[in-house]
C-alpha cells in the first residue's frame, strides 16, 4: 500500500464512521491522552483528533501526555484529573499496559469509558482497541531481514520501553520469523526507552561487541534514527529497519542509509479514536478490536511515500 492508497483508506473509512457519530446535546467531553508528545508520531495522533473533532462540530477535545514516555505515574496522574474533571470518554495510549489498570478501572467506575489506543492492555473491560497489529508489523520487519539476509547473518534488536506492549509484540512478531531461518543468529536485544540519543547509544554498544552485525530493528523511528548515527559513524554496512514512517526515516530510505520500516497510521488512530467517543456517548456498539493499516516501505515503494 503506498501513502496515497493509505490516505484514502483512512480518510474514506473516517468518514463513514463520521457520518453515523453525529452528536447534537452538550459537547462531548474527550480526552485523547497519549505516552508523550516528542515525536513526529505522537504529532499525528494529536493531528489525526484534531481533525475528527473538527468535522464532527461538536466535540470538546483534550490532547495530554506525560513529558516522556517512560513516565507511567504521571500519566496516571493525567487520568485521574480527568476522571476529576468528569470527562466523557478518555482515549489513552498507555505507558505501561498493566500498570494503567488501576486508573483506567477508576474512570470506568466514574462512569467514563475508555478507548484503548496504539499499545493494548489485558484490561478486559475497555471499550475498545484501536491500533495496529504489532505482531503482524514485527513479522513485516522480520520477512524483509531475513530476505535482505538471504537467510544468514546476525541481527540485534532495539526495543522502547520494557514492558510496553507494544514493545513486546513488534519484537515477537520479528523474532516469530527469524526464528524460522536456523542461519540468522540474533546476538543483542536491548531497550532504548523509545528515545533516540539512547538508541544511539546502544547501538553503539552493540557495534562494539558485534562488529560484524549485518541488521538491526528498532521499534520505531526515532530509534532507528540513532541506531542509524551509530552504524554510520562506525561505518559500518549494518542494514537499519525502523518502525513508523517519520519523514526523517523516509527520506534517510530514499538516500539509501536506511534499509526500510514498517509504515503504519497514527493519524488514523487519533481521527478513530475521536469518532468512536462520540459514537460511545451516542449509546452506539463499537467494535472491540480496530486495526488500522500497516505495511512495508523499502527502496521499491519510497518514491510513492515522498510524493
Not at 534517510?252 to 542509509?257: E, N, P, S, W, Y
Amino acid at each position: 500500500m503506498t501513502r496515497k492508497a493509505l490516505a484514502v483508506l483512512i480518510v474514506g473509512a473516517a468518514a463513514l464512521f463520521i457520518q453515523s457519530a453525529a452528536w447534537s446535546g452538550e459537547p462531548v467531553k474527550v480526552a485523547v491522552i497519549c505516552k508523550a508528545m516528542d515525536s513526529e508520531f505522537w504529532s499525528q495522533v494529536k493531528d489525526g483528533a484534531e481533525k475528527a473533532a473538527a468535522d464532527l462540530g461538536n466535540v470538546d477535545l483534550s490532547v495530554l501526555a506525560p513529558d516522556r514516555e517512560i513516565n507511567v505515574q504521571q500519566q496516571v496522574q493525567i487520568v485521574e484529573d480527568c476522571v476529576v474533571k468528569n470527562v466523557d470518554v478518555i482515549c489513552l495510549a498507555p505507558c505501561g499496559s498493566k500498570e494503567l489498570i488501576p486508573a483506567m478501572e477508576a474512570a470506568l467506575a466514574a462512569g467514563i469509558q475508555v478507548i484503548v489506543f496504539d499499545t493494548d492492555s489485558p484490561w478486559e473491560d475497555k471499550a475498545a482497541f484501536i491500533g495496529t497489529n504489532e505482531i503482524k508489523g514485527g513479522e513485516e520487519a522480520g520477512r524483509f531481514i531475513a530476505a535482505a539476509l538471504n537467510g544468514k547473518g546476525k541481527v540485534a534488536l532495539i526495543g522502547g520501553v520494557m514492558g510496553h506492549q507494544t514493545t513486546i509484540d513488534r519484537l515477537q512478531g520479528c523474532k516469530n520469523i527469524l526464528g524460522q531461518y536456523p542461519d540468522i543468529k540474533i546476538v543483542s536485544e536491548q531497550p532504548a526507552n523509545a528515545e533516540r540519543s539512547l538508541a544511539m547509544t546502544v547501538m553503539e554498544n552493540i557495534l562494539t561487541s558485534n562488529p560484524d552485525l549485518d541488521a538491526v530493528f528498532t521499534i520505531n523511528a526515532e530509534m532507528a534514527m540513532g541506531a542509524l548515527e551509530a552504524v554510520e559513524a562506525d561505518r559500518s554496512d549494518c542494514k537499519v529497519v525502523g518502525y513508523y514512517q517519520e519523514k526523517s526515516a523516509l527520506r534517510a530510505i530514499k538516500d539509501g542509509r536506511m534499509a526500510g520500516l514498517v509504515y503504519m497510521s497514527p493519524y488514523g488512530m487519533g481521527e478513530l479514536c475521536v469518532i468512536n467517543a462520540v459514537k460511545l456517548k451516542n449509546g452506539e456498539a463499537i467494535p472491540r478490536r480496530i486495526d488500522t493499516p500497516m505495511g512495508f516501505v523499502s527502496s521499491e515503494n519510497i518514491d510513492e511515500w515522498l510524493k
